[in-house]
DNA sequence: CAAAATACCATGATATACCATAAAGCATAA
DNA sequence: TTATGCTTTATGGTATATCATGGTATTTTG
């Protein structure tokens, strides 16, 4: 891969009785691109599914595995989370996924996911869960810039 | 190689009793592409069966003949465990191997065993154990999360 | 030859790929 | 701007292929 790619945006897609979700169009190309494939896992601390390319994944494990340090607890730990949690999801013809009933569950998803851009890797919300997030996240911001400029404030 | 690939998932799948499982296919999708072979043995830290392609020890025996570490007796020792305990396992037409009766043992299977995917490898629990193990890491990860730097890359 | 290990066959369940229609975006021309 | 046709995307439904697993045959080995 190597080629620039940013996971951007947030759609809203429904999801049927099968767990069936179309991947956003923007996403679908991609993964095109890279010639990788989406991974899928559930969020080490949020209600919510992280996804990424493959190429992420496969970084990490290399990194690990040239760290010399076969027997590390650690990285036995977090091996184990993320690996043992993630899964390839690869699109059809029409450009659905289909979500793990596990995945679904730990995100509180029901029949609307929310796809949330993140750069390099993605989240997928229920929609009640997201703009409870989104909300905490903008309370953040305006916390830790509170001389933020006026004119910014009456953005939106 | 230097081919990728990353076990990934965890799946239950049954054992009868021959001591006979479905390895998972994605997992044999790896062997194929890889022209390698499942090489699995007694873990040394835990109540589980560990499992990789023979490549991986071919490179941890390199690894250890190339560090002059004075200090490594103990990597060692280790090293010396997993070559005298593991063994090759071939699947059938079916996608089958044969556990034998002393992983099962070390890793108190009885009917069901669990695949979890670790990235260059994998282990395979037995449910009940599994399930401790899972809760014990998640609530490690938890409390070491601010201090880890690989978990860097995962964070949100 | 007996016992065990291994390879092959058959089945139902499940997941995957494909088809068809509807809806939505997009461009061009009036 | 507004109307019109075209292309892309979303989504319900259905057919197809794959996989897990019980069973049996065949080979190996002691």
Redesign the pocket.
Known sequence: MRKNFLFMDT????V???G???????Y??IVKESESQIVCYRSLTSPCIEGCLEDMLEKLATEIENSNDFFSQEQDDLTNLIFGDARRF???????I?L?EKLLAHAQIKDTAVFVGKGRKFQIWSPENWEKEELKIRQRIMQQRPVLSPAKRSEN
Chains 1, 2 share one sequence.
């Open positions: 759609i809203t897609n429904k049927d009785a099968k069936r979700v179309s991947l956003p169009s923007d679908r190309a690869l699109f059809d013809s029409t450009g659905r289909v793990s």
